[in-house]
């Protein structure tokens, strides 16, 4: 079966730690996107990427920082920079010719 | 860039009964919209989308959505709403620029909508 697997479902984060979010496609997808979940704030892109081995930064980027060395994959790393990290965070992907992105499950953090 | 306002954080309604859930947008470019739902604990999944032609969209689980341009609006409907319903809506914008590649997504503060038995 075709999808986005997010991983783990939930997640703790001492303080000080830096911690990474895994999300893996197997749908071919050229776009991957992260987006940041709070209550009563919809989603927030955190960072995009088009193409392997190139990403951009999206609307809320500062503590976080990713990867794209393959296609199916693309990490997420909340540094101890990030001082708000609870949230739960949504993983994306898209093909080139089609502009419906398709979500996993989400990950969900949260400081101990 | 573009925003989009969802005006009813949450709308209950009863079994059976129609609802509409509200959407306006702003841009500069013209757009391609987008309505997806979340229920709890889950990611986001698409009910329908507008990139051209017809203005009533219809979607999965009996809803559809009306395009008007000059209102900027995009409300969801479904005549006859069902337990299962209960979850979060989302509407996106997404510029239409066929000269680049994917595009960002620009969503909505989402409506929770409760389904009342």
């Known amino acids: 079966d075709g999808g986005i697997t997010q991983s783990p479902k939930y997640l703790f984060r001492k303080e000080g730690q830096n911690v990474t979010l895994s999300c893996e496609q197997n749908l071919n997808h050229d776009a991957m996107y992260w987006y940041r979940q709070d209550p009563g704030q919809g989603l927030r892109l955190i960072y995009y990427s088009q193409i392997v081995n190139d990403f951009q930064k999206g609307d809320i980027a500062e503590g976080y920082s990713v990867s794209r060395e393959k296609k199916e994959s693309f990490p997420l790393t909340v540094t101890s920079a990030q001082k708000n990290p609870t949230a739960f965070y949504l993983c994306?992907?898209?093909?080139?010719?089609?502009?419906?992105?398709?979500f996993g499950d989400g990950t969900r953090l949260s400081i101990l | 860039a573009q925003s989009v306002t969802q005006l009813d954080s949450q709308v209950p309604v009863f079994e059976e009964a129609p609802v509409e859930l509200r959407c306006n947008y702003s841009s500069s470019v013209s757009v391609y919209l987008f309505w997806y739902v979340q229920y709890p604990n889950q990611g986001l999944q698409l009910l329908l989308k507008?990139?051209?032609?017809?203005?009533l969209v219809k979607g999965i689980n009996g809803f559809e959505a009306e395009f008007n341009k000059s209102q900027t609006s995009f409300h969801l409907r479904k005549p006859s709403v069902h337990i299962s319903d209960t979850a979060e809506y989302f509407c996106?914008?997404?510029?239409?620029?066929?000269?680049?590649?994917?595009?960002?997504?620009?969503f909505g503060t989402g409506t929770r909508l409760t389904i009342i038995p």
């Open positions: 996106a914008v997404n510029p239409n620029r066929t000269n680049f590649g994917n595009e960002k997504l620009t």
């Open positions: 994306a992907s898209s093909p080139q010719w089609e502009r419906v992105q398709h």
């Open positions: 507008y990139l051209s032609g017809s203005t």
